[in-house]
């Protein structure tokens, strides 16, 4: 079983899948949004944490998937000032992105050698 759920979550799709997730959802007009976003800046720490994580476990470095999730938000953000969809650029949430694909790396290394016991050290920034 484990070793099941480890060729699954090693392998690129559920990332690919996630990071189109987070596309569409940052791509719903303002009025399909929920109205109190108080925990705004924690979702998106929190999608882009599970981002972060699903791509560091595809096999990327570890600098490549900060990178490529920092440039991601940023680009989500522009993305989302740019359609007529009545949202805005969001610095807070940027940054928010940001982070979480940064808190993520350490939290899915230790996962993945408590769990997923691939034994695999390669990695490096």
């Keep these: 079983m484990i070793q099941q759920l480890t060729k699954?979550?090693?392998?690129?799709?559920l990332a690919i899948v996630w990071?189109?997730?987070i596309l569409g959802l940052c791509s719903l007009p303002s009025d399909e949004m929920?109205?109190?976003l108080g925990w705004d800046k924690l979702h998106h720490?929190?999608?882009?944490?599970i981002?972060?994580?699903?791509?560091?476990?595809?096999?990327?470095?570890p600098i490549w998937v900060i990178v490529g999730g920092i440039a991601y938000g940023f680009f989500i953000e522009v993305w989302q000032h740019v359609l007529p969809i009545g949202r805005t650029f969001d610095l807070y949430d940027?940054?928010?992105d940001a982070?979480?694909?940064?808190v993520a790396i350490p939290i899915a290394e230790w996962f993945q050698k408590t769990f997923f016991l691939s034994g695999d050290s390669r990695r490096s920034l």
């Design 19 to 21: 990071t189109l997730v």
């Design 51 to 61: 981002l972060g994580a699903l791509w560091y476990w595809a096999k990327p470095r």
């Design 99 to 102: 982070l979480g694909v940064i």
């Design 34 to 36: 929920p109205k109190d």
């Design 45 to 49: 720490f929190g999608s882009f944490g």
């Design 94 to 96: 940027a940054l928010a």
């Design 8 to 13: 699954i979550v090693l392998k690129p799709h």
